[in-house]
């Protein structure tokens, strides 16, 4: 069982950045799809982005393309997402979640698809 943690989250005012990051207690070599959730409470579990394994490519939902931005350290098994321009919609607890098959980034967006996940971490950003 390989498990993954999040860090970075926290409190943030509307218009700042924060990065959060995923790491895994294994080799990023067991997966073949790497993703990014958020959830806010009574609500699913919303994509954020997905990457493919392979050439790292990388799919933002529309409603957050150009604010955020996934990218992966394979040295350190680490993933990350880079936020900007936070509004207090951004409010919400943010998961990574990877996979061992491997997927279509612009095709991907149910969290069903994913068979690992980490504990999720809080950001809130307030205006």
């Known amino acids: 069982q390989v498990d993954l943690k999040e860090s970075g989250g926290g409190s943030v005012q509307a218009g700042g950045s924060l990065t959060l990051s995923c790491r895994a207690s294994a080799s990023f070599s067991v997966f073949g799809c790497f993703a990014w959730f958020r959830q806010t409470p009574g609500n699913g579990r919303e994509v954020i982005g997905v990457m493919e394994k392979y050439g790292s490519i990388t799919h933002i939902t529309d409603s957050m393309r150009g604010r955020f931005i996934i990218s992966r350290d394979d040295f350190t098994n680490t993933l990350y997402l880079h936020m900007k321009n936070l509004t207090p919609e951004d409010t919400a607890m943010y998961f990574c979640?990877?996979?061992?098959?491997?997927?279509?980034?612009?095709?991907?967006?149910?969290?069903?698809?994913?068979?690992?996940w980490g504990q999720g971490t809080q950001v809130t950003v307030s205006s």
């Open positions: 979640a990877a996979d061992g098959g491997y997927c279509s980034a612009s095709t991907t967006k149910s969290d069903s698809r994913f068979g690992h």
